[in-house]
Protein backbone atom coordinates (compact mmCIF):
# COMPACT_ATOMS: atom_id res chain seq x y z
CA UNK A 1 0.00 0.00 0.00
CA UNK A 2 1.27 3.54 -0.68
CA UNK A 3 2.38 5.88 2.17
CA UNK A 4 -0.71 8.62 0.67
CA UNK A 5 -1.28 11.35 1.89
CA UNK A 6 -4.71 12.80 1.54
CA UNK A 7 -4.73 16.06 -0.10
CA UNK A 8 -7.63 18.41 1.26
CA UNK A 9 -9.67 19.92 -1.47
CA UNK A 10 -11.14 23.21 -0.15
CA UNK A 11 -13.44 25.02 -2.82
CA UNK A 12 -15.47 27.79 -3.50
CA UNK A 13 -18.82 26.49 -5.58
CA UNK A 14 -21.68 28.74 -7.46
CA UNK A 15 -23.90 27.89 -9.32
CA UNK A 16 -25.02 30.02 -12.70
CA UNK A 17 -27.76 31.94 -12.89
CA UNK A 18 -30.02 32.49 -15.87
CA UNK A 19 -29.30 35.36 -18.40
CA UNK A 20 -25.31 34.47 -17.40
CA UNK A 21 -23.16 35.77 -20.48
CA UNK A 22 -21.02 33.23 -22.86
CA UNK A 23 -18.63 31.16 -20.82
CA UNK A 24 -15.04 33.14 -21.86
CA UNK A 25 -17.31 36.21 -21.86
CA UNK A 26 -18.25 35.84 -18.02
CA UNK A 27 -15.18 34.11 -17.36
CA UNK A 28 -12.58 37.54 -18.38
CA UNK A 29 -15.50 39.48 -16.61
CA UNK A 30 -14.71 37.50 -13.13
CA UNK A 31 -11.17 37.85 -13.82
CA UNK A 32 -11.35 41.27 -13.60
CA UNK A 33 -13.19 41.75 -10.62
CA UNK A 34 -9.96 39.63 -9.07
CA UNK A 35 -7.68 41.87 -10.69
CA UNK A 36 -9.08 44.97 -9.28
CA UNK A 37 -8.91 43.05 -6.46
CA UNK A 38 -5.06 42.15 -6.15
CA UNK A 39 -4.91 38.97 -7.84
CA UNK A 40 -2.49 38.80 -10.31
CA UNK A 41 -3.15 36.48 -13.37
CA UNK A 42 -0.47 33.33 -13.65
CA UNK A 43 -1.19 32.27 -17.42
CA UNK A 44 -2.20 35.05 -20.22
CA UNK A 45 -4.48 31.87 -22.24
CA UNK A 46 -7.16 30.56 -20.77
CA UNK A 47 -7.29 26.47 -20.64
CA UNK A 48 -9.89 24.81 -22.22
CA UNK A 49 -10.56 20.97 -21.69
CA UNK A 50 -12.84 17.90 -21.92
CA UNK A 51 -13.60 16.18 -18.65
CA UNK A 52 -15.93 12.90 -18.87
CA UNK A 53 -16.41 11.31 -14.71
CA UNK A 54 -18.32 8.29 -14.04
CA UNK A 55 -19.81 7.87 -10.77
CA UNK A 56 -19.99 4.81 -8.73
CA UNK A 57 -21.67 3.76 -5.54
CA UNK A 58 -23.27 1.29 -3.29
CA UNK A 59 -26.62 0.22 -4.32
CA UNK A 60 -28.15 2.44 -1.27
CA UNK A 61 -26.13 5.40 -2.46
CA UNK A 62 -24.28 5.51 0.87
CA UNK A 63 -21.45 7.68 -0.95
CA UNK A 64 -24.36 10.55 -2.16
CA UNK A 65 -25.89 9.74 1.27
CA UNK A 66 -22.72 10.41 3.18
CA UNK A 67 -21.05 13.60 0.91
CA UNK A 68 -18.75 11.79 -0.84
CA UNK A 69 -18.08 10.58 -4.28
CA UNK A 70 -16.11 7.84 -6.32
CA UNK A 71 -15.48 8.32 -9.77
CA UNK A 72 -12.95 7.78 -12.54
CA UNK A 73 -12.24 11.22 -14.64
CA UNK A 74 -11.18 10.93 -17.97
CA UNK A 75 -9.35 14.48 -19.20
CA UNK A 76 -8.81 15.97 -23.03
CA UNK A 77 -7.07 19.07 -23.38
CA UNK A 78 -6.24 19.66 -27.08
CA UNK A 79 -3.84 16.63 -27.93
CA UNK A 80 -3.33 15.40 -24.33
CA UNK A 81 -5.33 12.96 -23.03
CA UNK A 82 -4.98 11.78 -18.79
CA UNK A 83 -7.21 9.23 -16.73
CA UNK A 84 -7.59 9.94 -13.20
CA UNK A 85 -9.41 7.75 -10.11
CA UNK A 86 -10.84 10.07 -7.35
CA UNK A 87 -12.32 9.29 -3.88
CA UNK A 88 -13.78 12.55 -1.85
CA UNK A 89 -15.27 12.46 1.74
CA UNK A 90 -16.14 15.49 3.22
CA UNK A 91 -14.62 17.59 6.00
CA UNK A 92 -16.44 19.43 8.62
CA UNK A 93 -16.72 22.95 8.28
CA UNK A 94 -18.24 26.20 8.73
CA UNK A 95 -16.32 27.99 6.06
CA UNK A 96 -18.51 29.02 3.69
CA UNK A 97 -16.37 27.23 0.91
CA UNK A 98 -16.66 22.93 1.08
CA UNK A 99 -13.98 20.95 2.57
CA UNK A 100 -13.03 17.44 1.53
CA UNK A 101 -10.62 14.80 1.87
CA UNK A 102 -9.71 13.59 -1.64
CA UNK A 103 -7.38 10.46 -3.00
CA UNK A 104 -6.26 11.03 -6.80
CA UNK A 105 -4.22 8.39 -8.72
CA UNK A 106 -3.53 8.13 -12.28
CA UNK A 107 -4.96 5.03 -14.12
CA UNK A 108 -3.90 3.31 -16.92
CA UNK A 109 -7.43 3.81 -18.46
CA UNK A 110 -11.19 4.26 -17.11
CA UNK A 111 -13.35 1.64 -15.82
CA UNK A 112 -13.84 0.27 -11.70
CA UNK A 113 -11.20 -2.84 -12.14
CA UNK A 114 -8.35 0.05 -12.70
CA UNK A 115 -10.25 2.39 -10.15
CA UNK A 116 -10.65 -0.36 -7.48
CA UNK A 117 -7.01 -1.47 -7.80
CA UNK A 118 -5.56 2.07 -8.03
CA UNK A 119 -7.62 3.48 -4.66
CA UNK A 120 -7.34 -0.19 -3.01
CA UNK A 121 -3.15 0.88 -3.16
CA UNK A 122 -4.03 3.89 -0.78
CA UNK A 123 -5.18 4.30 2.26
CA UNK A 124 -8.80 5.49 1.05
CA UNK A 125 -11.64 3.53 3.18
CA UNK A 126 -13.77 2.17 0.99
CA UNK A 127 -15.13 -0.96 0.66
CA UNK A 128 -15.18 -1.95 -2.65
CA UNK A 129 -17.60 -5.09 -2.26
CA UNK A 130 -20.13 -2.59 -1.36
CA UNK A 131 -19.94 -0.31 -4.94
CA UNK A 132 -21.87 -1.66 -7.91
CA UNK A 133 -19.03 -2.53 -10.43
CA UNK A 134 -21.01 0.00 -13.21
CA UNK A 135 -21.38 3.74 -12.98
CA UNK A 136 -24.20 5.44 -11.83
CA UNK A 137 -24.03 9.01 -13.09
CA UNK A 138 -22.01 10.16 -16.02
CA UNK A 139 -20.95 14.27 -16.07
CA UNK A 140 -19.64 15.26 -19.60
CA UNK A 141 -18.18 19.21 -19.08
CA UNK A 142 -16.70 21.45 -20.70
CA UNK A 143 -13.82 23.51 -18.68
CA UNK A 144 -12.88 26.89 -18.98
CA UNK A 145 -10.18 27.53 -16.49
CA UNK A 146 -7.96 29.82 -15.21
CA UNK A 147 -4.64 30.35 -12.52
CA UNK A 148 -4.64 33.60 -10.05
CA UNK A 149 -2.34 34.39 -7.38
CA UNK A 150 -2.08 36.73 -4.37
CA UNK A 151 0.27 37.00 -1.33
CA UNK A 152 1.93 33.87 -2.33
CA UNK A 153 -1.36 31.34 -2.65
CA UNK A 154 -2.73 30.39 -5.96
CA UNK A 155 -6.42 29.83 -6.89
CA UNK A 156 -7.85 28.02 -10.05
CA UNK A 157 -10.89 29.59 -11.54
CA UNK A 158 -12.85 27.62 -13.16
CA UNK A 159 -16.04 28.07 -15.57
CA UNK A 160 -17.96 24.80 -16.42
CA UNK A 161 -20.74 23.97 -18.63
CA UNK A 162 -21.85 20.47 -17.74
CA UNK A 163 -24.23 17.33 -19.25
CA UNK A 164 -25.42 14.74 -16.45
CA UNK A 165 -26.63 11.65 -17.47
CA UNK A 166 -28.41 9.30 -15.10
CA UNK A 167 -27.19 5.56 -16.37
CA UNK A 168 -30.14 3.95 -13.91
CA UNK A 169 -32.94 6.39 -14.68
CA UNK A 170 -34.59 6.78 -17.87
CA UNK A 171 -34.12 10.23 -17.80
CA UNK A 172 -33.35 12.99 -20.24
CA UNK A 173 -29.94 14.70 -20.43
CA UNK A 174 -29.34 17.71 -17.72
CA UNK A 175 -27.61 20.48 -18.60
CA UNK A 176 -25.87 23.14 -15.88
CA UNK A 177 -23.37 25.35 -15.59
CA UNK A 178 -21.07 26.05 -12.46
CA UNK A 179 -18.30 28.16 -11.22
CA UNK A 180 -15.44 26.13 -9.30
CA UNK A 181 -12.86 27.68 -7.76
CA UNK A 182 -10.15 25.98 -5.40
CA UNK A 183 -7.35 27.25 -3.45
CA UNK A 184 -3.83 25.74 -4.21
CA UNK A 185 -2.89 26.60 -0.42
CA UNK A 186 -4.44 28.75 2.61
CA UNK A 187 -7.84 27.74 1.91
CA UNK A 188 -8.64 31.02 3.89
CA UNK A 189 -8.18 33.43 0.64
CA UNK A 190 -11.39 31.85 -0.84
CA UNK A 191 -12.95 33.80 1.98
CA UNK A 192 -11.63 37.17 0.41
CA UNK A 193 -12.78 35.75 -2.98
CA UNK A 194 -16.19 34.97 -1.65
CA UNK A 195 -16.51 38.26 -0.23
CA UNK A 196 -15.75 40.36 -3.23
CA UNK A 197 -18.24 38.38 -5.25
CA UNK A 198 -20.71 38.91 -2.01
CA UNK A 199 -19.82 41.90 -0.22
CA UNK A 200 -21.08 43.14 3.10
CA UNK A 201 -18.89 45.77 3.38
CA UNK A 202 -17.49 48.47 0.69
CA UNK A 203 -14.17 46.93 0.81
CA UNK A 204 -13.89 45.51 -2.38
CA UNK A 205 -14.82 46.00 -6.09
CA UNK A 206 -17.46 46.11 -7.52
CA UNK A 207 -19.34 47.34 -4.69
CA UNK A 208 -22.52 45.47 -5.26
CA UNK A 209 -21.11 42.15 -6.02
CA UNK A 210 -21.13 39.88 -8.83
CA UNK A 211 -24.80 38.79 -9.06
CA UNK A 212 -25.03 36.11 -11.91
CA UNK A 213 -24.01 33.45 -9.55
CA UNK A 214 -25.57 32.12 -6.05
CA UNK A 215 -23.46 30.15 -3.49
CA UNK A 216 -23.52 25.92 -3.11
CA UNK A 217 -21.70 23.70 -1.27
CA UNK A 218 -23.51 20.49 -4.09
CA UNK A 219 -20.97 18.62 -5.35
CA UNK A 220 -21.79 17.65 -9.17
CA UNK A 221 -22.05 14.47 -8.13
CA UNK A 222 -24.94 15.39 -5.66
CA UNK A 223 -26.32 17.65 -8.00
CA UNK A 224 -26.66 15.51 -10.68
CA UNK A 225 -27.82 12.86 -9.17
CA UNK A 226 -30.86 15.42 -7.78
CA UNK A 227 -31.17 17.24 -11.49
CA UNK A 228 -31.80 14.11 -13.09
CA UNK A 229 -34.01 12.66 -10.42
CA UNK A 230 -36.39 15.43 -10.87
CA UNK A 231 -36.72 15.11 -15.13
CA UNK A 232 -37.30 11.59 -15.22
CA UNK A 233 -40.72 9.95 -16.17
CA UNK A 234 -39.25 6.92 -13.45
CA UNK A 235 -39.06 9.47 -10.33
CA UNK A 236 -43.15 7.60 -9.47
CA UNK A 237 -44.27 7.07 -5.82
CA UNK A 238 -42.38 4.73 -4.03
CA UNK A 239 -45.47 2.37 -4.41
CA UNK A 240 -44.72 2.25 -7.70
CA UNK A 241 -41.27 1.11 -7.70
CA UNK A 242 -41.19 -2.74 -8.03
CA UNK A 243 -37.91 -4.88 -5.91
CA UNK A 244 -36.23 -4.81 -8.69
CA UNK A 245 -36.15 -1.03 -9.45
CA UNK A 246 -35.42 -0.52 -5.92
CA UNK A 247 -32.47 -3.69 -6.21
CA UNK A 248 -30.77 -1.36 -9.37
CA UNK A 249 -31.04 1.93 -7.53
CA UNK A 250 -33.44 3.80 -8.89
CA UNK A 251 -34.91 4.50 -5.07
CA UNK A 252 -32.07 6.55 -3.32
Same mark, same amino acid.
Given at each position: ?10 ? &? ?16 ? &? ?34 ? +?????? $? *? ?20 ? +? ?35 ? !? ?7 ? $?? *? ?29 ? !? ?24 ? $? ?30 ? +???? &? ?10 ? &?????
Amino acid at each position: MKNTIKEPENE &LKYTINEGAPQKHIMLWQ &LLSILRDNGFNLCLTDIEDKTISDDYYDTPNMDLLK +SGGSLR $T *RRIQMGDTKKVKGTYKKPVESE +SVYSAREEFEEPLKRGGFNYLRKAMNETDADIDFDMI !VDTPILNVT $TE *RSEALLEKGGVLISLALDESVYTNYKLNSPP !VYDGMLEIEAKGDPRILNEVHAIFFP $TSPSFKPYKGYHKITPTKQSKYSRGINMTMEL +SPSF &LPEESYTDKDIE &LGKVY
